[in-house]
């Protein structure tokens, strides 16, 4: 019999709130994480607008204090959801069990911190020629040694297994933003296929940074509504002009089903199905048809033994770009039929997007909606483009159950993740 | 071979660098002593000696030169007078136990390997290797 996976722990530093329990309250009460940019100035820049996560303090204890001189933000979000992750679940590794666990995570489409960059190359191209063997002269401007640690690709990852002592399988997954999607479902399919009995899986991201943020403006991808930020994400909205960056980190701790039972754990869902597929369109597009987009969708419910008419909810990619709106509805309706009921909001209206972190807070979020029965709503969606026709979740709603759950991601590149979740009671042991 | 380091010398330097190693190993500032061991004591790693002394030279406004602590210990003897193929020879070993002569001596082990020298050293070495640099600086 195949081997269930349980999600026993989750873990959000999210520009909702630096906690689960914070950012999963303002996703029910509709509170928006999206203001005026903060980190540095953006005066001169189009958007001047971002999610970003808030007061936010690392704190590690004891001797893993050390480590955060090797993060950079975003991992410092990741190292904080993660030990969040790991604190809910009640269970981390130790000595018997370290060879069990894995790290997978989606990360930093741009990995290296900006300001870094910047004061190397201040140092290094006094005259505008970038000249290396500065770095090696004596009296020279010699650059941190720690920098060249906390701007690898493999950082976030490499500090993670660090930090909680994991010795089984680590993978970093960089597939923009299906990134944070894809490292759950490998996780799941690493526990699955026995190549370990935990996993802390998730994704972390910021890319609110001089340069990430002018490259999404050169793309025209980002809303330019810097007058009404908590308006800006209107995914599936026909006014919609473009998303908004946010940053963060979501990490869960997944379990083998029946060893998570034997020990009383907590079980929020069952992450059930894993479904990828990939576009080979065009970098930056997608199919306008919901093609890739369709597939994944169909390849996860089918990994999950599961109907489309048992999903209550979908968690759309829902950037608030018109492609992709447009698209995945198109996706939605091809794998759900045209009269399909199947509720759908995309928290990207809330909490802006968290490129390669987005998919593992989304899927967290999926694992919430099952739990407490609630669904978030789709925010700032008052002229339904005729296009998304679907049942969008437009106000809040009672409590009901949710069956099963559906997490979308797709990235630049043409990676399309699809997560489904199904509730503990229906796991069919 | 120049004047002994004295304590005084030893002293005038020792909060700053000591302010540098509780940074570079994120710990309180009471943590760490003048006999404080770097790696056994402190929890430092490889990388972390290169962030210490990179903070220290910036500190400082001083050049340490990378190995030199080895290079100032052989002083006068020839490379295999002071080392077999990476291990202390006998004599190697009497001169860096003089060198650092801060470090208790039963640390020293025979045969030990140059590569593990690091682990000997303690808050006074970096402090040590400061008052070197200085004086080299204003020499």
């Not at chain 1, 953006?42 to 607008?49: A, C, L, N």
């Not at chain 1, 009269?339 to 987005?358: E, N, P, Q, Y």
């Not at chain 1, 809040?396 to 590149?413: D, K, Q, Y």
Request: glycine residues 10%; proline residues 5%.
């Amino acid at each position: 019999m195949r081997r269930r996976v349980a999600i026993t722990g989750i873990g959000l530093v999210t520009p909702l709130g630096n906690s689960t329990a914070d950012s999963w309250r303002a996703l029910l009460e509709g509170r928006s994480g999206i203001a005026p940019i903060t980190s540095f100035d953006p005066s001169g820049y189009p958007v001047q607008i971002a999610a970003e996560v808030r007061n936010f303090q690392p704190a590690l204890d004891g001797s893993r204090r050390k480590l955060l001189k090797f993060a950079s933000r975003h991992v410092q979000f990741a190292l904080a959801a993660a030990q969040q992750a790991i604190e809910d679940a009640g269970v981390r590794p130790d000595p018997r069990s370290a060879s069990r666990w894995a790290c997978v995570a989606g990360s930093g489409m741009m990995g290296v911190a900006f300001e870094e960059l910047a004061q190397i190359q201040r140092r290094l191209a006094p005259h505008g020629d970038f000249r290396g063997e500065l770095m090696f002269k004596p009296g020279g401007p010699a650059p941190d040694p720690v920098a060249y640690g906390r701007n690898q690709a493999n950082a976030g990852i490499a500090l993670l297994v660090q930090c909680f002592g994991i010795k089984g399988y680590a993978g970093a997954i960089h597939t923009a933003c299906a990134s944070g999607g894809q490292a759950v479902g490998l996780a799941l399919r690493l526990i699955r296929r026995g190549s370990a009995d935990f996993a802390l899986a998730g994704g972390f991201d910021s890319m609110i940074n001089p340069i990430g943020l002018a490259s999404f403006c050169l793309l025209g991808a980002l809303s330019t509504d810097n007058d009404a930020p908590a308006q800006a994400s209107r995914p599936f909205d026909l006014t919609r002009n473009g998303f908004v960056l946010g940053e963060g980190a979501g990490f869960m701790v997944l379990e083998e089903w029946q060893a998570a039972r034997r020990r009383g754990a907590r079980i929020y869902a069952e992450l059930a199905g894993d479904g990828n597929s990939l576009s080979s369109y065009r970098v930056t597009d997608s199919h306008p048809s919901g093609d890739g987009p369709i597939q994944a969708m169909r390849r996860a419910l089918e990994d999950a033994g599961a109907d489309p008419a048992e999903v209550g909810y979908i968690n759309a990619h829902g950037t608030s770009t018109i492609m992709n709106d447009r698209s995945e509805c198109a996706a939605i309706r091809a794998v759900f039929g045209a009269a399909s009921r199947v509720k759908v909001s995309s928290t990207k209206s809330l909490m802006g997007h968290l490129i390669a972190g987005a998919g593992a807070v989304e899927a967290a979020i999926g694992a919430l909606v099952i739990h407490h029965g609630r669904l978030p709503v789709n925010a700032n969606l008052n002229h339904p483009d005729p296009q998304c026709d679907l049942n969008f979740v437009r106000e809040a709603e009672p409590p009901h159950r949710v069956r099963v759950a559906m997490s979308n991601s797709f990235g630049f590149g043409g990676s399309n993740s699809c997560l489904v979740l199904r509730h503990r009671e229906d796991a069919g042991e | 071979m120049s004047a002994a380091i004295t304590r005084a010398e030893v002293e005038a330097v020792y909060p700053r660098v000591a302010n540098a190693v509780a940074q570079a190993l994120a710990r309180d500032p009471a943590e760490v002593s003048l006999n404080s061991r770097l790696f056994a004591d402190l929890e430092a790693e490889s990388i972390d000696l290169l962030d210490i002394v990179f903070r220290l030279e910036r500190e400082f406004k001083i050049q340490i030169p990378r190995g030199r602590i080895i290079e100032d210990a052989r002083g006068d003897l020839s490379e295999a007078e002071f080392e077999n193929n990476g291990v202390l020879t006998a004599a190697g070993l009497a001169r860096l136990r003089d060198y650092l002569s801060e470090v208790p001596a039963d640390n020293f082990r025979p045969r030990m390997n140059i590569a593990d020298v690091p682990t000997l050293f303690t808050v006074e070495t970096m402090c040590k290797m400061v008052v070197r640099a200085m004086r080299a600086a204003g020499a």
